[in-house]
């Protein structure tokens, strides 16, 4: 291959990873937000329910872009090893954004964003012990004033709660195993999965965790959400555009792991995301208010 061949074919990857990049950011985003605005501003209390309409709408839409647009082939499960780690995944999965979702309950959106700037952290802890790939002393060195700040933010915040820290924080570091665990499943020679497959498998197993947490620990939902849509006629539209987001967040969490890394993947989404999800859930602090 000449120079100029590898020149056009490094920068069609760049600029195909940059676009990955900015749908991932773009869709994360409008998720966190619109959790945040069903959770607090919409009376839509039930954040166990909402991740559940988030992983459904992840397996059926799997299901039609693999089965009937044919956009990538159907890859069976290979053993029993690689489907306990999708299991595995699932449920690591299903903690991570439950908790994500609770702790919004309680805590701004701006300082939940503080404490997931802790998940490079974590993720390179993971990936020590589970990997065993180390990384360069420097990048250690750089993850501890992330976490000394957040410690400093964290007693300086007035809208803080303990309850709603301790959620964030496991998230945090569900979050984190998750991004190793995932990068596993789509980069080991033995079991690798294209992304659109890894979603596939492993969006039914989170809606049958949650399933049941939602029986036990939100019963009266359904009931909720009926006299909730009848009150607010764009609720339903909402919770499509959320659940439809999610898809797209969680499917371009996958490809940008594959393409890059896991500590690649957090630290790329800490500081222009938390800034602009900061401005922006300013701005709807000051309009509710309003």
Avoid at 34 to 60: E, V
Avoid at 62 to 79: D, E, N, R
Wanted: hydrophobic share 50%.
């Amino acid at each position: 291959m000449s120079s100029t061949q590898q020149s056009s074919s490094t920068k069609k990857q760049t600029l195909f990873i940059a676009s990955l990049i900015i749908l991932w950011y773009s869709s994360n985003i409008g998720v966190l937000l619109l959790n945040k605005f069903l959770l607090s501003n919409y009376g839509f209390r039930f954040p166990i329910f909402l991740t559940m309409c988030h992983m459904s709408a992840c397996a059926f839409l799997s299901y039609v872009s693999i089965v009937f647009m044919k956009l990538v082939p159907l890859q069976p499960i290979k053993s029993r090893p690689q489907f306990l780690k999708i299991a595995t995944l699932s449920v690591v999965f299903c903690g991570s954004v439950v908790g994500g979702n609770i702790s919004l309950r309680y805590l701004p959106v701006s300082f939940n964003q503080a404490v997931g700037a802790t998940t490079p952290f974590f993720t390179a802890l993971f990936a020590y012990f589970m990997t065993f790939k180390r990384e360069a002393w420097v990048t250690y060195a750089a993850l501890v004033p992330v976490v000394a700040g957040v410690v400093i933010a964290s007693g300086g915040e007035p809208g803080f709660h303990w309850f709603g820290f301790i959620m964030c924080l496991s998230a945090t570091a569900a979050r984190a195993f998750k991004s190793v665990l995932q990068g596993i499943l789509l980069s080991s020679e033995g079991e690798k999965l294209n992304s659109m497959n890894l979603l596939l498998y492993m969006s039914p197993i989170a809606v049958l965790v949650l399933v049941p947490a939602v029986l036990i620990m939100e019963p009266n939902v359904l009931e909720v959400i009926l006299s909730l849509g009848k009150q607010h006629r764009y609720m339903w539209l909402l919770l499509f555009i959320n659940s439809t987001m999610a898809y797209s967040a969680n499917l371009s969490n996958f490809l940008v792991t594959k393409h890059t890394s896991a500590l690649t993947l957090q630290v790329q989404y800490l500081l222009p995301s938390s800034s602009l999800i900061f401005l922006i859930s300013i701005s709807m602090d000051y309009s509710s208010k309003c």
